[in-house]
């Protein structure tokens, strides 16, 4: 049977970081991911995790100034230095915590830079940062992002993620499958998830259109369930969802 896990940055997006561990393990799950743990102090957050019984599944690389637009450096040669000291940052409180993969958002593509400068960035950053987190025994994660939500948004699809995978060439690096931004790019879910099972590292899910919780849109998730059972999937599947109402009250698909 599926496991998931609360993702806290869109699920309980209305109360401090600190306080969602604990609404998190109320709601009924076992574990938890989130995007950038970065402000907040890393014993606290230890803390909040061992008082309420949850296991850390995931969290992201620093991604720029994500207030002010940025989402993701990994991409944009003048940014190289940025993107290997996140690195260092990001293994820090991934070893302290326990978390065993961290995921990296390409970003978007400069003006004025071309194709092949992108993806040399690109691949270079993820080596690196691929061998310093397999000294720590740590899986690297590359997610594809729909070109809808975030125009000019470097990586969009599965089949571009594993080109660049392979030219980074380390095992320790896999693909973060969303499924909802899967369905807004190229569908096929079913059919990629089996293809490619061996090269993606963590599942995340919401419904189309509006993002929310399963069942509110057109994916079948009863079917996709069943199918990611079937095919032998062993890892988390993130909650990555906005609750139409508040997440307690829409969670009849958790249930079911």
Not at 19 to 34: I, K, P, Q, T
Not at 39 to 62: S, Y
Not at 64 to 74: C, K, N, P, S, Y
Not at 117 to 127: I, K, P, Y
Request: charge should be negative; aromatic fraction near 8%; glycine fraction near 10%.
């Amino acid at each position: 049977m599926p496991k998931f896990a609360a993702n806290l940055t869109m699920l309980f997006a209305e109360v401090p970081f600190l306080d969602r561990f604990e609404r998190a393990a109320a709601a009924g799950f076992d574990a938890v991911e989130f995007q950038f743990p970065y402000g907040h102090d890393v014993t606290e957050i230890r803390a909040r995790l061992d008082a309420n019984g949850l296991k850390p599944v995931l969290h992201n690389l620093p991604a720029g100034d994500w207030e002010h637009g940025d989402r993701g450096i990994a991409c944009q040669p003048d940014r190289r230095n940025a993107f290997r000291a996140g690195v260092a940052r990001a293994m820090d409180y991934a070893i302290a915590l326990g978390v065993p993969r961290l995921n990296c958002l390409a970003g978007k593509a400069p003006d004025g830079v071309g194709a092949a400068v992108l993806r040399a960035t690109l691949v270079d950053n993820l080596r690196f940062a691929a061998e310093m987190l397999a000294k720590a025994g740590l899986e690297l994660l590359v997610e594809p992002v729909n070109n809808r939500d975030i125009p000019g948004f470097y990586l969009s699809r599965t089949d571009q993620a594993l080109d660049i995978l392979e030219a980074v060439g380390m095992g320790n690096v896999l693909v973060q499958y969303d499924v909802y931004h899967a369905q807004r790019t190229e569908g096929e879910l079913a059919a990629t998830l089996e293809r490619h099972l061996e090269r993606i590292g963590h599942i995340q899910i919401a419904d189309n259109p509006g993002r929310h919780e399963p069942g509110t849109g057109e994916i079948n998730y009863p079917f996709l369930f069943a199918h990611i059972d079937r095919i032998g999937y062993q890892g988390w599947i993130g909650c990555e969802y906005i609750p139409r109402a508040t997440t307690e009250a829409g969670l009849g698909w958790l249930r079911r």
